[in-house]
């Protein structure tokens, strides 16, 4: 149950704190006063969507934060929490939701941060929010098989049918895909044959381009190697004074001298070591010089061979620079094979898994039709559960509205099958093979018919009031939320109404705002929210704040005046309202 809600900087409100006990709980105040701001908190601290609109001007954070008192008997929350690490303290969590002028909002239960998916879920088994204008969705029929299953206890199993529907959906589309292209995958294997049997007699080898571009280079400057490697040949070891021979010559001188002074022979081994290496270049200058050859025919090769490197990486290795131009940060070439090797590799790929279309076809087939007896089977079980359950829901609802002051309405749960398609196959939609509607005849005599058609507003939030009801019965939902549910009633069903929510308070804690006296004087714990103006310190302004208190004698029986006649002093509507707490007011915290 709802303990304690503590409000700071939300809207209207500056800083509140308000205690609530089991039990039924009213929040009575004049129109405007901030009843539905406090119902708007609490629903921003239940996980509705909110943005920075919601801070009190001049404020740069809103807070709303609450103390909720777990039932021992509550597994689904122990569960919750249990596989999230927070543990409950003494049976009691600390739900505390803040929201920044930048938007930002924070999430905390326990002092362990969550998210607004989180916090929806678990405050989804704590709390039922009805606001004023939930009675509207009881129109659509959407809603009322919502109802029936939760009723049924078989929301888990529609959930897990909607999954294998969508599943189903998505392969079906996936297959009518595959008939549809069926013209345009043979096109395509075509065209990636191509391509591969293009670059296949290709024969690429990674790096090839540039050793063929350095070939190119030197059969293209053929006299001029062949004159700067001649000249160099000669420098070396061709001419009688060349430097080998100086160097042998110098190296005699100095192993004689050597013999002499022994400090030569570090120079003499320095020498030595400079006339092999002279010697070694030498050999290798020759055999480069004798194998210098002019071959035109060689160079031709080349040239066509980069000109189809070159092709192939224009068509799929990617931008390709002009032949001849190196492209940027290449330092050796234009060609590269690796990208045109790897668009071979993906085009193989490709065709390998177009061709195995069919295959996968086939496959998808037998899931589909697997999928469909799946669905099928699922949907029956749903259906019966739901066709079980119907009767016994139609049945609580009209007791309910007969205690509700509608003794001769009749409220039916219509469950019809959606039928068979052409194949004779059982029709299913979303959530299963059924349609679910409720219908209801308010007078004797007249056929039960769509909601919509007959009920009128106040009507609707009795029946809307029952079927919370039965739901609260059948679930551990401990804390009913009732935003102004006496919309469209007075009189002998407002007195109803009151006596109802009194009884249902037996068993869970209720929170309403109520206008309706005969309402209000039924509360365990009875609230007034006030609106007040104020003058802000260093003459700032006027500034509107939100405030409540909690009523018993004297005051309540004003406010229980006020709501009756708009007036709290009047002696009738005194005398009337100490009547009617006298009479519905008999329980601890009533008078």
Known sequence: MLEELSIRNYALIDNLSISFE???????????????????SLGFLLGAKADSEVIRTGCEEASVSAVIGVHKNNADVFTWLSSRDIDAEDGRVMVRRNIKASGRSSIYVQNIPLTRSDLSELMSLLFD????????????????????????GIEGQATAFNRLFLELAEKKKAFEVQVNSERDRDARIELLSYVV??????????????ELEAESQRLSSFEKLSTQAGSAASLLFDEEDSALNSIRRARNFLESASSIDESLSGVCKRLDDLYYEAEDLSGELRSYRDGLSHDPGRLEEVEERLALLFRLKKKYGGKAPSPGEAPAGSPSGSTDEDPILAYMADAEREIEALSQTEENRAKLKAEISALERDLAAKAGVLSAARKEKAGRLDGEINGILRRLGMPKAVFAVNVASKGTGPGGNLVCGPWGSDDVEFLISANPGEPVKDLARIASGGELSR????????????????????????????????????????????????????????????????IRVEKTVTESPQGAGARTVTSVRTLSGRPRQEEIARMLAGDSAGGAALAHAGDLLSKYGKRRGHL
């Open 22 to 40: 089991n039990g039924l709980n009213i929040l009575t105040g004049e129109t405007g006063a901030g009843k539905s701001i406090i119902v708007g």
């Open 129 to 152: 929010l009805h606001g004023q204008h939930d009675h509207e969705t009881l129109l659509r029929k959407e809603t009322h098989r919502r109802y029936l299953d939760r009723f049924a």
């Open 197 to 210: 049997d293009e670059i296949a007699k290709a024969a690429l080898k990674p790096g090839e381009g540039r």
């Open 463 to 526: 029946v809307m009031l029952a079927i919370k009801t039965v739901l609260a019965e059948s679930d551990t939902i401990e804390t009913l939320v009732f935003d102004e549910i006496d919309a469209g009633i007075g009189g002998e069903v407002a007195l109803a109404v009151g006596e109802y929510l009194e009884k249902i308070g037996e068993f869970k804690q209720i929170f309403c705002i109520t206008h309706l006296a005969s309402i209000a004087v039924r509360a365990f714990n009875h």
